[in-house]
C-alpha cells in the first residue's frame, strides 16, 4: 500500500489536542490589516468555537519587507493559537498556501486572503456547508467590492475560460476564501500559480466541490497585488492544466492534436508541389516545386517530432506511478 | 562531527590544488589579521589531488597555528566539493573562503568578518582597483555585465575567490561543478541578505597570467543554467510556450507575402528560400511548446516531492492548545465584558472596519438592548438595496469595545438629510455599557452629522436611554411574552379576536404554512402597500433580507381552501423574539379574519421553536392597526425615539402617513396601476427609510 504524506510538522502535538480548524493566511506587506485581522479572526472562530471545535491560525509571511514580520512574532509568541510562518523571501502565494496546507494540523482547512476583503464570519458557513458532505467549499464574491476593469473585468473572463476549460461549474476561482477536508489539501500539491485552480485539481482528486456565496469588502488599507499582467500567464497555466485534468492519462492524444496541423500544412504543401489543377483536371506536377516539397518535409518531421514527444510524456507519467498514488488516494477517501 | 561552534568563531576554508603553494607563507598571511582583530579561528586546507611536501608542512603548521587539514579521496574533484568538504569539518558560524594564494589584502578579511557579524548572511566580495593584466580585467567586466543583464543582480566582481558566509548558507544552498562562483547570486535568490564588499586587490606570483576565453563561455553558460533553472522550473510552458509563439508568429509572417503572391497572384515561389524558413519556424514554434507540455507533465508528477518556498523560522507558543476557558476569556476580552483596569486608557470612537462584522454581531448578541436592526446584516441589506451610507461606529476603550451606534446617512427630497439609527428598522439606536460611552458615540455620530449637513440625528431607541434629547411621540409598539404551551395561544387570545381566528380556521378552510417564496409574500406585500397608499418597498430589500440573514428570516402564509395566497408574513428571528416584521394581505382576505389567524399561527409556530417573546412591530398611535394590535391582546408600549437636532433651522420630520396634509397623494397613490405603484415605489422607498 503506498504512503501518503503525513503531516510533516506534527511533532509538537498529537492528535488529541490538534485543533480541529486550521485557518491558513498567506501575508505580504499586510501590516496594516493584521492586527484586524487577527482580532476578528480570533473573535469569529472563538466565538463558534462550540460548532466549529478548537481552531488554529496559520499566518504565512511570503517575505514581507514592511514590518509584518515583527508583528507577527509578537501575535505567535502571545496567541496561543497562532503560528507565524515565515519565508526568506517572496516566494509567491502559492507557496505561502502550501507552505500554510502543509504544517495545517486541523481536519479542515480553510484559505483566506491577509486584506480583510474576505470576513471571517463566513468562516463557519464555509465549515458547515462542508460537513454536509463536501471535500472542498468555494467562496462566491458574488458582490464583488473591486474597480471594473481592472479587477472584475479580466476576473470575469479568467473565470469563464477557466470554467470552461477545466469543466468545475465554480463561479468564483479566484476568491480565496476557501474550506478543505484535510485529505485534499494533502495531496493538492501546488506549485507555481496554481491556487487558482484548486478546485480544478481538487476534483481531479476526486474530490466534492461546491459554492456558497461570501461577503466582499473594499480594500482599505496597502495595495492590491494583481494586475492586468496576469491574463496571458492565466491562459498559458489554463493550457497547462487543461491537459494535465483531460489528458494526463493519455498525454499522447494531446500530443496527437498539437501535431495534427503540422501534418496537415505536410499534406497541403504535398499537394499543392506535387498537383496541377489544368483545365478542371487534376495532374500530377512532374517538374515539381522544391520548396514545396522542402517546405512539406520539414514540417513532417517536426511533426512526428511532436507526435513523439507524447510517448516521452507517458514513459515519465509511468515511470512516477502518479496515477496509483492518485487512484489510491481517491479509493480511499471515497470508501469512507 | 561539527563541535560547539562559537557566536563569533571563524573558519577559513582553503581549497589547495596546487602542490607547490607556500602554505607557510598563507597561514602567515591570514592567521595575522584574524589574531590582531581578536577573532578566534581556524584555517582548514582541504587538499584536492595534491600530496607530497605540503601534507608535511601542514602537519609542522599545526603544532603552532590552529592548522586544519581535509584530504580529499581522488583526484581534482573541484572547488565546489572542497568547499562542502572543508565546511563540513569547520565549527565556526562564519565560514571565510579563500583562494590557495594571497589574492587580496589578508587585512580586509577582517571587514568581511565585521560585516557577517553586522547582520550579512552573505559577503561578497570587489577587488579594486584591479591590477590583474588587462584581459583578465576585460573579460571579468563583460561576464560581470552578463551577468547583469540576464539575471538583473548587480555584482561587480563574481570571479572573485574571497567570499564570507554563514553556515546556514551552505547548508540551503546545494553548489556542484562551476557553481560555486555563483554563490552570491544563489544565496540572493533564496532570500539571503547579500553584501558587498570592496577589497584590496594584490598581485600575487601563483596565478596565471590570463584565463583563457573558454573558463569564460563555460560561466556564461552557467548562468544561463542557473537562471533558466531559478525561473522556469516550475513553469516550463511560460518558458518553452513563449519561444515557441513567438516562433510561430514570425513563421506565419514570413510565409504570408510568398503565399499570398503564389496563391493570388500566381507568382511562382521557387526562387523563395524564405517561405522554407518560415514553415520551418512553424514547426519549430509548435515543438517547443511540446517541449514545454512535456516539462509541465514532468514537474506535475513530481510536484508532491518539490517545495518551493524557504521557511525561515515558524514562532508559535510552545505547548499544548489553550482549553475552552481561554478562549472564552479571550472573547469576554474582545466584547468588553471583561473587567476594565484601574489605568484603563481613554474611550475612543472610531469606524467599523471591514472584517469586523462577526466582532460586532456578537457585541450586539451581548447587550441586553441588542435588537435585529442593529446586526451588521441590517447594515449590508440596506446598503445592497437603497445605496444608503452607513456610518457604523464603535466605541473603544484600549482593546476593548464599550459600545456601538449603527447609523445611517439619508438624503431625501421629502425629509432633507438626516441620520438615523436604523432606517427600515423600528428599533435602534445606542448599545453601551453606561452613559460616558453612549455620550462618547451620540458626539460622534452628530459631528459625523453636522459634517455631512444632516438636519437631525434620529435615534430608534426601544427602551430608554439616559440623557436629555427630544422624544418623538408618534409610534407605539406592541411586544409580550409569548404564553408556555401551544395550548394557551388561543385563550390568550381576546374574545372577539378568537371568533375571527375561528372564523378563518373553520369557516373559510384557511391553512397556514411556511412559504420559501419571496416572490408571493411580495405580491401580496405590495398589493396591501397600494391599498393603504404608502409606496411598497421593493421585492429585492425582502430578497437580500432573505439572503443576508438565512434561517433568520422566515415566511409564512394563509392559503384559502383553493390555495390561493391571502396573507403572508415575515418575520425576523432574533435571540429570544420572533418579530413578525412585514406582513401583506391580498384585497380578498378581508372581513375574513385571516390577519387574526395567521398571527395567532406565529405566535404558535414561535412556541414550538422555544421563543419566548411575540415582537408585533410598531404603529402610530391610534391608527387601525394599533387597535388591531391591541384587539389581539397586546398592550401599546411607548418608544423612546430620541432626536437630536443638528442645525439651528432643523425641525422634526413631518412627512409620515398620519400627516393630514398627505391624505390627498395617498389617495392618489392607490389609484395608480400596480405595475406603476411598484415601480415608482420601488424608487421612492429609498427616500423613506
Known sequence: ?336 | MVGHTDADFVSVVIPVNNPSVDVGRLVQGYSEPLRSAGYPFELIFVLDGVHGRIVEDLAELSSEHPVKTVRLQGDGLGESIALSAGVARARGAFILNVPQYLQVEPDDLVKIVQALESGADFVATWRHPRVDPWLNRVQSTVFNWVLRAVMGIRFHDLNSGVRGMRRQVLEEVSVYGEMFRFLPVLALRQGFNVVEVKVRHREEQGTLPFYGIGVYVRRVLDILAISFLTRFTQKPLRFFGILGIIAILIGIAVSLNPLYERVIQDVSIADRPIFVLGVILVAFGVQLIGFGLVGEIIIFTQASQMRDYRVDEVVQVEGPQPSDGAVADAVDAALGRAEPREDSPALRVRELLPGEDARWDAFVHGHEHGSFFHLSGWRRAVEETFHHEAHYLVCEQGRAWRGVLPVFHIRSPFLGKQMISVPYGVYGGVLAGDEDVQQALIDAACQQGRRLAAGYLELRHLAPRPGDRVRFDLYVTFRKELPATVDEVLPSIPKKARAEVRRARDRFSMTFEELDDVSVFFELFSEEKRRLGTPSLPQSWFENLREEFGKAVVLHVVRDADRRPMCAVMSFLYKDAVYAYYSGSSNEARGKGVADFVYCKIMEWAIERGFRVFDFGRSRRDTGAAKFKQNMGFEPEPLHYDFTLLRADAKLPEFHPSNPKLQGPRRMWSKLPKGVANRVGARLSRYLP
Open chain 1, 1 to 336: 500500500m503506498t504512503r501518503f504524506h503525513a503531516p510533516r510538522h506534527s511533532r509538537t502535538q498529537t492528535a488529541a489536542t490538534a485543533p480541529r480548524v486550521s485557518v491558513v493566511v498567506p501575508l505580504f506587506n499586510e501590516v496594516q490589516n493584521l492586527l484586524r485581522l487577527h482580532e476578528s479572526l480570533s473573535y469569529a472562530l472563538g466565538s463558534a468555537a462550540a460548532r466549529l471545535g478548537s481552531y488554529e491560525i496559520l499566518f504565512v509571511d511570503d517575505g514581507s519587507d514592511d514590518g509584518t514580520r515583527d508583528l507577527l512574532r509578537r501575535l505567535a509568541a502571545d496567541d496561543p493559537h497562532v503560528r507565524a510562518v515565515l519565508f526568506r523571501k517572496n516566494c509567491g502565494q502559492t507557496a505561502a498556501m502550501s507552505a500554510g496546507f502543509e504544517m495545517a494540523q486541523g481536519e479542515i482547512v480553510v484559505s483566506m486572503d491577509g486584506d480583510l476583503q474576505n470576513d471571517p464570519s463566513d468562516i463557519p458557513r464555509l465549515v458547515e456547508r462542508l460537513e454536509d458532505g463536501f471535500d472542498i467549499v468555494c467562496g462566491w464574491r458574488r458582490h464583488r467590492q473591486d474597480s471594473f476593469a481592472t479587477r472584475l473585468l479580466p476576473s470575469m473572463i479568467a473565470n469563464q475560460l477557466i470554467r470552461w476549460a477545466t469543466g468545475v461549474p465554480i463561479h468564483d476561482t479566484g476568491c480565496s476564501l476557501k474550506a478543505y477536508r484535510a485529505w485534499v489539501v494533502r495531496n493538492l500539491h501546488l506549485y507555481s500559480d496554481m491556487h487558482r485552480f484548486i478546485a480544478a485539481l481538487g476534483a481531479g482528486l476526486g474530490a466534492r466541490i461546491t459554492e456558497l456565496p461570501v461577503r466582499h469588502h473594499p480594500r482599505i488599507y496597502g495595495q492590491s497585488k494583481y494586475g492586468l499582467g496576469r491574463i496571458f500567464r492565466v491562459v498559458i497555466d489554463l493550457v497547462v492544466i487543461k491537459m494535465l485534468i483531460q489528458f494526463a492519462a493519455h498525454p499522447i492524444r494531446w500530443f496527437g492534436m498539437l501535431a495534427a496541423p503540422l501534418f496537415l500544412i505536410f499534406v497541403a504543401l504535398l499537394g499543392v508541389g506535387f498537383l496541377k489543377f489544368e483545365e478542371g483536371r487534376l495532374g500530377l506536377l512532374w517538374n515539381y516545386n522544391n520548396f514545396y516539397v522542402a517546405g512539406a518535409a520539414v514540417a513532417a518531421l517536426f511533426g512526428f517530432n511532436v507526435f513523439l514527444l507524447g510517448f516521452l510524456a507517458e514513459l515519465q507519467l509511468k515511470a512516477s506511478r502518479f496515477f496509483r498514488r492518485r487512484i489510491a488516494i481517491t479509493a480511499t477517501e471515497a470508501a469512507r
